[in-house]
């Protein structure tokens, strides 16, 4: 929808926004004019000496690292006359400085508002300092340059040069990208912080997407006109383009969403509102064009939820067809549907409904106008506005507001931000590596308050929605596109993170169950039991459901997995469903409260090989022996099952635990929990199995017993395989030591006995799970 | 006749015996020239008026036809760029109907997955009716 109004006289040149509702206006006729968006008004700022023409405003930043700063009171103006000027909201010049040889082209602030930088028709490229004083010449090349754009964490700038496009670090020392982007003349250019995309436009009437290591994500098909303004909104969701009577909304993925074909001349410079739900855009023919989103759509499950207006929104119930209207105060900035409630955020308030009633919603004000985004889990939802990340039960009661050190909020997004019943997970800006947890009920930091650290740089990560808070897991996909899965909750012990996936864009969880789907190269992944990874890992390959991936062509992107279906957006933009069998997630109900007996019949039923080896997995980890032997016997893992019949054969708790342990590659654990319960030699008889000598040893001579047992064993090894003894503690203790198998196996043959008898005492006392 | 000496004088009498310096011929034909010059004068008058108001309505017409020229001209070149406008227009529609197309060809496309997965969950109940 888009709504012009004219009151120029000349072309305008430049637009922008200093509250939600005020947008400054600066023409060709030397005026700058305020509008006020709610009123409708339109006022004369000021009106510039007869030699000022102005090229490009950029309002001084609002927020400085997350601090709210009073209010930011001036912008910077450049002109035709080679001079930038320092403006007051009054429209006083504050300080008008001599920048370039030649017209100004453009000037913006950086995100802490410390520097200025400037670009020049001589094509220089300059800093200055807030009060206008010259830091440095940063370039200097032979073509003017029309455009410059700050790096997301203002270390680097982007400008054009021709045809070209070159990001340039600050650092003098640092070596700067460049690389041919378009046919003709680069016009525009912008950088996205909360995405890192880079978005140019130019004469060659095409706009095109970049990643900020200049490789091409997108590459619009040639328009009528050349492309004259390009604009991203502050979250990075959408973009705007602007060209000869053209307004174009397009998706960070390049596809369109809308196009406006006003009668406004060619559209010279857009600017999105802080908020990022209204555009102004400034049009050759002297009009200022002010356009907002609408018709955004949610759907769940058996609703579907469109603003029809700026304040307005249709609730359909796909069932019945019943519509409700939702009428809001003021303008919609954010939403959300999930998990049985639609949560909206407008410019002063936040709005729970539930989908069983959507007359009468849960309100409570916001402290902070613009929410840039909310996370829904199944018990709270999350709100990230400028100020922090604070977390709401749908009662409106602020349950939490975490925080660590150097947290920049604005940059937040759905795929650096996770929330889950009892964890958030914010991955960190400065450091993309980490990941900070946190409790979502203290918002104080998981554990030990050291956060998770990953080999890699992290692009996206998520936690899985069910079951108890102890075993929740994270997924995180980093840059090499690789998919790992860790524990959140890690008691003490070192992190194992398990790869288990690579070549993989984009996951998943499902909302009922913990199921992970991902598409892996040009495979669509559904991982049935990922945790399986923790208990076997050769069991992993089995529990996976892989589907060809052709249909959601190339580069798709996963927008959610409910119930059993996952829905995926397409880089065209269309969105394509999928379904996955019901069963895994049926198993996970059943397992999750120990009904092993119907997990089996369900099973048999399906039939389905990686639904036994999930089963196997499930029953492993919780210790269930019988279901698991069942379970391993379906999947023809012999060697697993024989194992598990030794396991249950075995006397005592203790080493049976040790060996289920065992079973799932924790040989420490293993080792802990036998010299605790005071089975030494059972401690021992672990290293020795797994030829693992040097421990077992060293076990041997600390506990003072069994060391002719390891040299006998060793040396058994050493004649069958017809080596000789290289490790010199070997040499050193078979040197005292008499090697007597019959001393030897009469005394293992006691301590088993021991182990016996203690095991049955204790089974008197307690009934042992294990052995039923 | 004998002359009048009077008139010899330059004396005469009038009608009523009043003395009289003119002839009273002449000083009636005097009056009626008078009259007759009044007459002519006021006629003159008229018709400079009457021309007057005729130019102004030339020049009126004259300025009406101008205008109506240029209007004719205008027209002509309105006429000949409705085409150029038109290609424009068309232009700006072409536009807009890609821009539907393609938001046809999603929902094309979303509808066949839907069909798929519709399809697929038929299946699947055919399936457990069938085993049940």
Known sequence: MVATSCAHKELVSCVGWITADEVYSCSEDHQILKWNLLTNETSVVVKLQEDIYPIDLHWFPKTVAGKKQALAEIFALTSTDGKFHLLSKTGRIEKSVEAHRGAVLASRWNYDGTALITAGEDGQIKIWSKSGMLRSTLAQQGSPVYSVAWGPDSDRILYTFGRQLVIKPLQPSSKSLQWKAHDGIILKVDWNSVNDLILSGGEDCKYKVWDSYGRPLYSSSPHDYPITSVAWAPDGEVFAMGSFNTLRLCDKTGWSYALEKPNTGSVFSLAWSADGTQLAGACGNGQVIFAHIVEQRWEWKNFEITLTKRRTMQVRNVLNDAVDTLEFRDRVIKASLSHGHLVVATALQCLVYSTKNWNTPLIFDLKEGTVSLILQAERHFLLVDGGGIYVYSYEGRLVSAPKFPGMRTDILNAQTVSLSNDTIAVRDKTDEKVVYLFDAQTGKPIGDGKPLTHKMEVMEIALDQCGASKDRKIALIDKNNDLYLTSVRRLGREQSMHKIGSMVHTMAWNDSANILCGIQDNQFTVWYYPSAVFVDKDLLPNTLFTKDASEFSSAPHILNYTGTQVTVRRADGSLVYSGVPPYPTMLHEYTGSARWEEALHLCRFAKDQALWACLAGMAMANRELNTAETAYAAIREVDKVQYIKFIKDLPSKESSLAHILLFSGQVQEAEATLLQAGLIYQAIQIHIDLFNWDRALELAVKHKTHVDTVLAHRQKFLQDFGKEETNKRFLQYSEGVEVDWEKIQSKIEMELAKERERAANSSVRSSVASHR | ?132
């Open chain 2, 1 to 132: 006749m004998a002359k009048d000496p009077l008139a010899d004088a330059g004396l005469h009498f009038d009608e009523l015996n009043k003395l009289r310096v003119l002839d009273p011929d002449v000083s009636q034909k005097t009056t009626e020239l008078k009259e007759e010059c009044k007459d002519f004068v006021d006629k003159i008058g008229q018709f400079q008026k009457i021309v007057g108001g005729l130019i102004e309505m030339v020049d009126e017409l004259a300025k009406e036809a101008e205008k109506e020229k240029m209007k004719a001209i205008g027209a002509r070149n309105l006429l000949k760029s409705v085409a150029k406008q038109r290609e424009a227009q068309q232009q700006q529609l072409q536009a807009l109907i890609a821009e539907k197309r393609m938001q046809l060809e999603r929902y094309r496309i979303e509808y066949e997955a839907l069909s798929k997965v519709e399809a697929e969950q038929n299946e699947f109940i055919d399936q457990f009716m069938l085993q049940k």
